[in-house]
């Protein structure tokens, strides 16, 4: 339908530090890409550009072919979905749905074939005689999809639409957003959310932004790739702390060694650790902050090559998984995923195994050095 382009696209309010600077981006034909960042970043300003609710301030947003920095929101083909569901409470489900073809001007077989079509995909046919008050919040939910739908747009925008649900129903409409978008899936699609595990299960591109103290980075992108790319290979610490359910240990350590295949480091407690990773610019004696995973770690009782010794300040047992916190000597407490039927305890001593492979190094600007085998 229309691809989106983005190429140096800014935002600023008056005479106000860019809260989006300089993103240039392209989401294909079909394509289902995630704005994710922290609260503050710039996403649904960013998404609200696409839409033209925005003017845009720097650069140049096309759709398809066209330049539509000056278009109005109505000439853009998009469609979007807001975070509030905003249905009108006194039509039906099937008036809240066909109202924009009704302002259209299209006749009355073509409203109604469209709109059974539309609610056939999103399972609501037999709420269409319903008003919006007799609705569930995540059916009011699929009703705004179906009211974007209907328009048939070259470009469907998502701002946050599952933030007012609990969390078993964020899932279900995760499920369904999906399905609906791999069967209507000619349009591009555009999702902002905060929600990590949203960008991660519904994206085919993530794109996240950039927020916190270095006013110089605010609002622009930290990384664009597959959600596996972020996880796997994050470009700095940013997204490394971001992407990750829970979020990466963090051990701040110096260079003492470069190998073939490894930089070795020291703690500051002089424990010895390996990362996998290309040494890139490092030096003896850079410091470093050495990531890995809650989840690649391993609990043994017994002291060996790559491992730190520690106390277990905590523990959560959620029946097939067990959280286990270390006192690592870190600023905050280390944390391991282990199997539920582990049988770490309270103020037991552990030592903390981090396998090579699965370390990740980043430099003192925060920017990560290559790991081996990606």
């Given at each position: 339908?229309?691809?989106?382009?983005?190429?140096?696209?800014?935002?600023?309010?008056?005479s106000n530090p860019p809260v989006v600077r300089d993103v240039s981006l392209e989401i294909a034909n079909g394509e289902f890409c995630v704005f994710v960042g922290p609260?503050?970043?710039?996403?649904?300003?960013?998404?609200?550009?696409?839409?033209?609710?925005?003017?845009?301030?720097?650069?140049?947003?096309?759709?398809?072919?066209?330049?539509?920095?000056?278009?109005?929101?109505?000439?853009?083909?998009?469609?979007?979905?807001?975070?509030?569901?905003?249905?009108?409470?006194?039509?039906?489900?099937?008036?809240?749905?066909?109202?924009?073809?009704?302002?259209?001007?299209?006749?009355?077989?073509?409203?109604?074939?469209?709109?059974?079509?539309?609610?056939?995909?999103?399972?609501?046919?037999?709420?269409?005689?319903?008003?919006?008050?007799?609705?569930?919040?995540?059916?009011?939910?699929?009703?705004?999809?179906?009211?974007?739908?209907?328009?048939?747009?070259?470009?469907?925008?998502?701002?946050?639409?599952?933030?007012?649900?609990?969390?078993?129903?964020?899932?279900?409409?995760?499920?369904?957003?999906?399905?609906?978008?791999?069967?209507?899936?000619?349009?591009?699609?555009?999702?902002?959310?905060?929600?990590?595990?949203?960008?991660?299960?519904l994206a085919d591109k993530i794109v996240l932004l950039h927020t916190g103290d270095d006013v110089a980075r605010f609002g622009s992108v930290a990384q664009v790739g597959?959600?596996?790319?972020?996880?796997?290979?994050?470009?700095?610490?940013?997204?490394?702390?971001?992407?990750?359910?829970?979020?990466?240990?963090?051990?701040?350590?110096?260079?003492?060694?470069?190998?073939?295949?490894?930089?070795?480091?020291?703690?500051?407690?002089?424990?010895?650790?390996?990362?996998?990773?290309?040494?890139?610019?490092?030096?003896?004696?850079?410091?470093?902050?050495?990531?890995?995973?809650?989840?690649?770690?391993?609990?043994?009782?017994?002291?060996?090559?790559?491992?730190?010794?520690?106390?277990?300040?905590?523990?959560?047992?959620?029946?097939?998984?067990?959280y286990a916190y270390l006192d690592g000597g870190q600023a905050e407490d280390l944390l391991a995923r282990l199997d539920g039927t582990h049988a770490v305890r309270v103020?037991?001593?552990?030592?903390?195994?981090?396998?090579?492979?699965?370390?990740?190094?980043?430099?003192?600007?925060?920017?990560?050095?290559?790991?081996?085998?990606?």
């Amino acid at each position: 339908m229309a691809a989106v382009t983005l190429k140096n696209v800014s935002k600023a309010y008056d005479s106000n530090p860019p809260v989006v600077r300089d993103v240039s981006l392209e989401i294909a034909n079909g394509e289902f890409c995630v704005f994710v960042g922290p609260s503050g970043c710039g996403k649904s300003t960013l998404l609200r550009m696409v839409a033209g609710l925005e003017d845009i301030t720097g650069g140049d947003l096309y759709i398809g072919e066209q330049r539509v920095n000056d278009l109005a929101p109505s000439e853009r083909n998009v469609a979007m979905v807001f975070q509030n569901y905003a249905l009108y409470p006194h039509m039906s489900v099937e008036e809240n749905i066909a109202f924009g073809m009704s302002l259209a001007g299209f006749d009355k077989p073509t409203i109604r074939e469209r709109v059974a079509r539309i609610a056939d995909m999103l399972q609501i046919e037999r709420l269409l005689v319903r008003k919006p008050r007799a609705l569930s919040g995540g059916q009011r939910q699929r009703v705004a999809i179906g009211r974007a739908l209907v328009r048939d747009p070259g470009v469907f925008l998502f701002d946050e639409p599952l933030s007012n649900l609990d969390a078993a129903l964020r899932t279900q409409m995760r499920v369904e957003i999906a399905r609906m978008h791999r069967e209507y899936g000619k349009a591009s699609t555009i999702y902002v959310t905060h929600d990590q595990v949203e960008a991660l299960t519904l994206a085919d591109k993530i794109v996240l932004l950039h927020t916190g103290d270095d006013v110089a980075r605010f609002g622009s992108v930290a990384q664009v790739g597959s959600p596996m790319a972020l996880y796997n290979t994050p470009a700095n610490r940013f997204v490394a702390g971001f992407i990750g359910s829970p979020k990466m240990n963090f051990i701040a350590a110096e260079v003492i060694a470069i190998e073939p295949a490894a930089v070795v480091v020291k703690t500051r407690r002089g424990e010895v650790l390996r990362a996998a990773v290309s040494a890139g610019a490092l030096s003896l004696g850079s410091e470093v902050t050495l990531g890995i995973r809650p989840e690649h770690v391993e609990l043994r009782d017994d002291a060996s090559a790559d491992t730190l010794s520690c106390g277990v300040r905590w523990v959560e047992r959620l029946g097939d998984q067990t959280y286990a916190y270390l006192d690592g000597g870190q600023a905050e407490d280390l944390l391991a995923r282990l199997d539920g039927t582990h049988a770490v305890r309270v103020d037991d001593k552990v030592h903390l195994h981090l396998p090579p492979e699965a370390c990740h190094l980043f430099d003192e600007a925060g920017l990560a050095l290559k790991r081996h085998g990606y």
